[in-house]
Nanobody, 122 residues
Framework: QVQLVESGGGLVQAGASLRLSCAAS????????MGWFRQAPGKEREFVAA????????YYADSVKGRFTISRDNAKNTFYLQMNSLKPEDTAVYYCAADPSTSVYYAEYAYWGQGTQVTVSS
């Protein structure tokens, strides 16, 4: 089992930055790939970014490429999503997820956090 807890969400204006954190506990964190997904009201959960267990490979949705950066600190059992140049369309509940395999598909992730709200005003 892996337990995940997100933090760092909030209300910001367009153009601002936020950093989301996801703290993991349970099984060996460093052996898991991690992903960030988001879900806006009335929309399906969508892929945002993913990082391999080693941190050597990262993947991004086209909508966030160049603005968001995913990273991990295996010594702290934590991974991050740095979000810059935020837009109103980034407003959503953001979820972190973990799985032994790296994937961009939410259905393939075994463990999920509870979500943190990000609201970007125009």
């Amino acid at each position: 089992q892996v337990q995940l807890v997100e933090s760092g969400g909030g209300l910001v204006q367009a153009g601002a930055s936020l950093r989301l954190s996801c703290a993991a506990s349970g099984r060996t964190f460093s052996s898991y790939a991690m992903g960030w997904f988001r879900q806006a009201p009335g929309k399906e959960r969508e892929f945002v970014a993913a990082i391999s267990w080693s941190g050597g490979n990262t993947y991004y949705a086209d909508s966030v490429k160049g603005r968001f950066t995913i990273s991990r600190d295996n010594a702290k059992n934590t991974f991050y999503l740095q979000m810059n140049s935020l837009k109103p369309e980034d407003t959503a509940v953001y979820y972190c997820a973990a799985d032994p395999s790296t994937s961009v598909y939410y259905a393939e992730y075994a463990y999920w956090g509870q979500g943190t709200q990000v609201t970007v005003s125009s």
